[in-house]
T-cell receptor, first 116, second 116 residues
Framework: AQSVTQPDIHITVSEGASLELRCNYS??????LFWYVQSPGQGLQLLLK??????LVQGIKGFEAEFKRSQSSFNLRKPSVHWSDAAEYFC??????????????FGKGTLLTVNP | NAGVMQNPRHLVRRRGQEARLRCSPM?????VYWYRQLPEEGLKFMVY????????ESGMPKERFSAEFPKEGPSILRIQQVVRGDSAAYFC??????????????FGDGTRLSIL
């Protein structure tokens, strides 16, 4: 079964600093990969996705992520964090095969705090 | 272009009562998914439905939980005889057909269910 690990439960950065949120997955083939952001009391907003092709994907709000097959990782990065980026970030994996390729498996999330 | 609409946003029930959660997918989307988020956990897949069909309910508890997506109207997640452990945020997502792995899924703002 596929699984997703987000090693950092809580990260604090200063506004303007760079950010990297880690995500490792376990899956037998190349999965679909996603990053979602959740503000308090809100639903999940899709930041970016990887299906195939270029392993560096650009998303909304200045975020990017890089798929590294050899490390089974899909880390999220942003060069300069804004106070409005404070939220919880979820990495998710979807199967990339026939059958149940719609199921998303989520990590437990990383809570981002941004200091002024 | 409205997104995924869920109501109510908050629902309070006493133990033993029934809870009904509604989800209207995005326009043009015919696939609906329900996920549950327990405190400090990631989202867990519950069920995948298309119009008038349950495609995969492997994540649904065997008892008290049911879901439907009728030909007309929203998708309904029904929890009978609620217990304290049902307290969680329930998210609905939708996707259009004919996309890779039915992805990406677009999420609503969720229903926060509290059991007294």
């Amino acid at each position: 079964a596929q699984s997703v690990t987000q090693p950092d439960i809580h990260i604090t950065v200063s506004e303007g600093a760079s950010l990297e949120l880690r995500c490792n997955y376990s899956y037998g083939a190349t999965p679909y990969l996603f990053w979602y952001v959740q503000s308090p009391g809100q639903g999940l907003q899709l930041l970016l996705k990887y299906f195939s092709g270029d392993t560096l994907v650009q998303g909304i709000k200045g975020f990017e992520a890089e798929f590294k097959r050899s490390q089974s990782s899909f880390n999220l990065r942003k060069p300069s964090v804004h106070w409005s980026d404070a939220a919880e970030y979820f990495c998710a994996v979807g199967e990339n095969s026939g059958g149940s390729n719609y199921k998303l498996t989520f990590g437990k999330g990383t809570l981002l705090t941004v200091n002024p | 272009n409205a997104g995924v609409m869920q109501n109510p946003r908050h629902l309070v029930r006493r133990r033993g009562q029934e809870a009904r959660l509604r989800c209207s997918p995005m326009k043009g989307h015919s696939h609906v998914y329900w996920y549950r988020q327990l405190p400090e956990e990631g989202l867990k897949f519950m069920v995948y439905l298309q119009k008038e069909n349950i495609i995969d309910e492997s994540g649904m508890p065997k008892e008290r939980f049911s879901a439907e997506f009728p030909k007309e109207g929203p998708s309904i997640l029904r929890i009978q005889q609620v217990v304290r452990g049902d307290s969680a945020a329930y998210f609905c997502a939708s996707s259009p057909p004919d996309t890779p792995g039915n992805q990406p899924q677009h999420f609503g703002d969720g229903t926060r269910l509290s059991i007294l």
